[in-house]
T-cell receptor, first 112, second 114 residues
Framework: RKEVEQDPGPFNVPEGATVAFNCTYS??????FFWYRQDCRKEPKLLMS???SGNEDGRFTAQLNRASQYISLLIRDSKLSDSATYLC?????????????FGTGTRLTVIP | EPEVTQTPSHQVTQMGQEVILRCVPI?????FYWYRQILGQKVEFLVS????????KSEIFDDQFSVERPDGSNFTLKIRSTKLEDSAMYFC????????????FGQGTRLTVV
């Protein structure tokens, strides 16, 4: 059983494109949700938290659907610097409320 | 900006040897974690630590693994007898409090077991 599932991609999109990533999680009791970004051979870094009402940070929009146990990330006007792996992260999974559980990540390459 | 620091950045060890990976979490953080990432695979939870004891651990964190906070600043992961399959990037992370807050990750220690 996978706690957090993502489409691994890769997604190859041209500059300026809009791209969306999806993620599902298995435990309905999960309380907190995040998108992290990981560059090649680097540590994960927080991109944004995901709130129940949905939230936006510049070109990035995150959505949460608790009923479907589904999280999404939308990137508008893609930049070359957006090329990275995007990690869906869930807190409060079934084994513990304080731990973060990672999806496999979705690899994005933005092409000039 | 405060950051989590890990040493060494790369460790090569022979199979069966003991290794200690070191981390200095952000000073006012209360929760500490070790994760690992085998090349090309996802980030996997190993163990969480709070109030000077293990809070939770995964199936990966067997008797070969141990963690310590020997003083007020360091947080270590020890692997007693390394195996080839222990080769991975090991990330330390810390958080101010638990659920809902951002976890800050160190830059990782790449462990290569030969």
């Amino acid at each position: 059983r996978k706690e957090v599932e993502q489409d691994p991609g890769p997604f190859n999109v041209p500059e300026g494109a809009t791209v969306a990533f999806n993620c599902t999680y298995s435990n309905s009791a999960s309380q907190s949700f995040f998108w992290y970004r990981q560059d090649c051979r680097k540590e994960p870094k927080l991109l944004m938290s995901v709130y129940s009402s949905g939230n936006e940070d510049g070109r990035f929009t995150a959505q949460l659907n608790r009923a479907s146990q589904y999280i999404s990330l939308l990137i508008r006007d893609s930049k070359l610097s957006d090329s990275a792996t995007y990690l869906c992260v869930v807190n409060g999974d079934w084994t513990g409320a304080n731990n973060l559980f990672f999806g496999t990540g979705t690899r994005l390459t933005v092409i000039p | 900006e405060p950051e989590v620091t890990q040493t060494p950045s790369h460790q090569v060890t022979q199979m069966g040897q003991e290794v200690i990976l070191r981390c200095v979490p952000i000073s006012n953080h209360l929760y500490f974690y070790w994760y690992r990432q085998i090349l090309g695979q996802k980030v996997e939870f190993l163990v969480s630590f709070y109030n000077n004891e293990i809070s939770e651990k995964s199936e990966i964190f067997d008797d070969q693994f141990s963690v310590e906070r020997p003083d007020g600043s360091n947080f270590t992961l020890k692997i007693r007898s390394t195996k080839l399959e222990d080769s991975a990037m090991y990330f330390c992370a810390s958080r101010v409090i638990g659920e809902g807050t951002e976890a800050f990750f160190g830059q990782g220690t790449r462990l290569t077991v030969v």
